[in-house]
Structure formats: C-alpha cells, structure tokens
C-alpha cells in the first residue's frame, strides 16, 4: 500500500519561482503521468519525489509519513537515457543494486547470498525478456534492451514507487509499444505505485489511471521568473472497471506462467482459479 500526498509543495532557486501551491492526493497503485510543456518542472517534480531536491515551501507524504530526506532504495527511477556501468555484464548491472544495499564496503555478495541474488536477477532478466543476453555488456544491447535492463535494475531493489522519465522518448515506435506492454504488466505484478513524465499524450491516456497537466496558470512577461508551474488540469485516465480488468488479466497472466513453469508463483486466491479453464 503506498499513498503520496503534495502538501502546498513550491520549488524555487534563489528568485526563480519553478514549481507554486501543488497539491495532489496519490491512492495506492495509481499510475500517474505528469504531462506539460517543456521546462516547465516536470522532472523536477519527479526529483522531489526522489529527494534529489527538497520542497522549498510545503511538504510531501509517503504512506502518511514525511518523505525520507535522502533517496532510499524503495524509490526506483529510469531516465530516458540509461546510464549503466559499462564495465559490468546485464547480469553484473542488475546484481548492483542488491549488492551495495546489502553489503556497502564491498559491494559484492558471496556463497550463497550471491547464488540467490543470481537466482533472482535472473528470474527478472527472464521477465523483461534479456534472459540470453544476461553475460552481454550494455554497448552489445539496443536501445530499446537498455531500458528494458533500466527496468530489471529498478525493479530488483522492489521500490513501493517507480519513477519514469520519458523512459521511451529514445526509442522506435515498434520498441516503444513492446514498452508500453511490458511497464504495464509489471505495474500490476509489482503493485507498485507508478509516476511517469511524458511529452506523448496517447502515451500518457494509454498508461496512465490518473494524467495531471502541468504549466504555469500565471505569467509576468516582464519577469517570467516570478511565478511558477502547477497542476492545471487533473483527469481520471482510466475508470475503475478498467483498472479492475487489467488486474484479473495480471493475475491470468500469473497463473499461465505458473502453469507452464511447472512451479508456483505466488498468485492471489481471488479469480484466477476459474479461469485456469481457458
Ligand atoms: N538546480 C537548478 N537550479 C536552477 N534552476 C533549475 C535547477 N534544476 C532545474 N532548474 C530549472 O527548473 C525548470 C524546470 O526544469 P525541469 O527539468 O523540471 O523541466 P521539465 O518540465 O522536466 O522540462 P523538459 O520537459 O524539457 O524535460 C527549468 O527552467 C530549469 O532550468
């Protein structure tokens, strides 16, 4: 269960109004698309979710509680331009995070830590679909794999909050919408909470249960800087029919792995049973 709650949350650098009076109440496994024009604070609103700035005026809830004034593992974010350590393997890039969360002298796990560790980042490089290029190096990968790595290396450290900026402006449209696929489904599998910056409006109504609108309802041409950027239009992207639907094909969808994988993957008692008919 992860809520987020803007409080009257303003950003400004020295004079510089960037963001003013945002206020928005986030439900648990909503998937958010900010969309607005450019430079207008989008990304930084995303940061302030990160802690990578702090709010200058106001304050903004995780699950009730202040946020955490330093980034924390439970808050995963991919870029539109993956930066991974070129050095490392898929493999290696994706055991990372883990490694220097669990053991932060070394970075580096071993016996049988290590082995479930692998177990496990190969079970999400299967996930995402990079399985075979697990001993690649990312220079090996396309764009389109990179993000999809981007997501494994997000998604080992389980954040309650995943966030995504312009994660697909890099890619072809045949890879984007393999994209869109993929985020999809682990936004339900995860039942994380999802918050994506975007310039692509059928992108953003695609995705997104909830789209928010960002720019700037009050502007001073003598000093553009005094006022900043809010939420101007706020629309509900997906009734809760749809959401639901979504749900019980995520939780098909689980059962035929299971069923075809010969072994169990968790999956919750609600419909799945008659459906396994199908
Ligand atoms: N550290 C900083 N110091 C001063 N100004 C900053 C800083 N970080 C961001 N800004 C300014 O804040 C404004 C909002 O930037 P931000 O990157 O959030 O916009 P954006 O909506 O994400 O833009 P784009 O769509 O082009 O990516 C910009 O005018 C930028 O110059």
Not at 193 to 201: C, E, K, P, Q, S
Request: net charge neutral; with cysteine.
């Amino acid at each position: 269960m992860t809520t987020i709650v803007f409080e009257n949350v303003w950003k400004e650098y020295d004079d510089r109004v960037v963001l003013e009076r945002v206020n928005l109440a986030l439900d648990d496994h909503e998937f958010l698309v900010i969309i607005g024009p450019s430079g207008v604070g989008k990304t930084t609103l995303l940061r302030m979710l990160l802690s990578q700035e702090l709010p200058t005026r106001g304050r903004i809830l995780i699950d009730g509680e202040p946020i955490a004034a330093e980034p924390t593992a439970d808050r995963g974010v991919v870029f539109q331009r993956y930066s991974v350590f070129p050095h490392k393997t898929v493999l290696g890039n994706v055991m990372m995070g883990p490694q220097w969360a669990g053991a932060p002298v070394l970075g580096r796990f071993f016996g049988a830590r290590r082995r479930a560790l692998e177990e496990r980042a190969m079970a999400l490089l299967t996930r995402v679909g990079l399985a075979e290029h697990a001993e690649k190096y990312p220079a090996q990968l396309s764009g389109g794999m990179q993000q999809r790595l981007a997501l494994a290396q997000a998604l080992i450290m389980k954040p309650k909050v995943l966030l995504l900026d312009e994660p697909f402006g890099a890619l072809d449209p045949g890879t984007r919408k393999s994209m869109h696929e993929l985020v999809g489904e682990l936004w339900e599998e995860n039942r994380m909470t999802i918050v994506m910056v975007t310039h692509d409006l059928p992108e953003a109504f695609l995705l997104g249960t909830r789209v928010i609108a960002v720019d700037k309802p009050r502007k001073d041409p003598q000093a553009p800087e005094r006022f900043g950027a809010t939420i101007v239009s706020d629309f509900e992207a997906k009734c809760r029919s749809v959401r639901e639907s979504r749900v019980f094909e995520a939780e098909r969808e689980k059962a035929r792995l299971a069923l075809i994988g010969g072994h169990s993957v968790p999956v919750d008692a609600s419909p799945v049973p008659a459906l396994m008919k199908d």
